[in-house]
C-alpha cells in the first residue's frame, strides 16, 4: 500500500480529491423547466379574472368553472402565441421576442389574423438617432439648485431700471 500511495495514483488513494472534468469549469446553460399546472388551477388568478370578466356588462354572471375554461384558454393562446414569435425571432438568430415578431406572426398566421387591427405590422425603419446634449444652446448661468428654492439677490444692474408699464399691458425698461 505505501508504494501506491508514493506511486499517486488517485484511485488507490483514500483521501484524493476527485479529478474533475474540463467540461465541469465551463458554465452551465440551463433552460427553465415548464412550469407544472396542478389539476384545477391556473397560473392565473382567479380573481383578477373575474374582475375582468365582471367589467363587460354585456357578459352575464359565470360558474367558477367557466372562469377557469377562460383563464386556461386564455394560457394556451400566449402559450401558442409565444411559440410561434419565438420561431421567428430564431430566424433572425435572436433569443428575444420583439413586437416585430409578434407582428410577423399575426401578418402571415391564419389562426392569429383576427389580431390584424390590434398588432399592426409595423415597416421596419431606421434605428432612432440619440440626442446629443446641446451645451451651447443652453445659456450658461452661475446657479445651484439651492438657488431655485431660496432666491438669489437682485444684481445691482436690475435695480437701477426703471420698468414703465403702458396701457396695452407691454412693458419696457428705462436706465
Known amino acids: 500500500m505505501a508504494d501506491e500511495e508514493r506511486s499517486g495514483n488517485p484511485d ?23 412550469p407544472e ?3 384545477g388551477k391556473s397560473s392565473f388568478p382567479v380573481s383578477r379574472v373575474q374582475k375582468i370578466l365582471k367589467a363587460d356588462k ?13 383563464s386556461v384558454a386564455t394560457e394556451e ?35 392569429f389574423l383576427f389580431l ?6 409595423q415597416a421596419p425603419s431606421a434605428p432612432a438617432k440619440r440626442k446629443t446634449k446641446a451645451k451651447d444652446g443652453i445659456p450658461e448661468t452661475n446657479t445651484v439648485i439651492l438657488d431655485a428654492f431660496v432666491g438669489r439677490a437682485p444684481s445691482p444692474e436690475v435695480a437701477d431700471e426703471d420698468i414703465t408699464m403702458y396701457e396695452d399691458g407691454t412693458m419696457t425698461t428705462d436706465p
Open 37 to 39: 399546472r396542478e389539476l
Open 58 to 70: 354585456e357578459l352575464p354572471m359565470m360558474a367558477r368553472e367557466a372562469t377557469f375554461l377562460i
Open 116 to 121: 390584424e387591427e390590434i398588432i399592426p405590422f
Open 77 to 111: 393562446f400566449i402559450k401558442r402565441m409565444a411559440e410561434e414569435s419565438s420561431i421567428v425571432a430564431a430566424r433572425e438568430k435572436r433569443v428575444t421576442i420583439q413586437y416585430r415578431d409578434l407582428a410577423a406572426v399575426v401578418r402571415k398566421g391564419d389562426k
Open 12 to 34: 488507490s488513494m483514500p483521501d484524493a480529491p476527485a479529478v474533475e472534468d474540463s467540461n465541469e469549469t465551463a458554465p452551465k446553460v440551463r433552460k427553465a423547466a415548464p
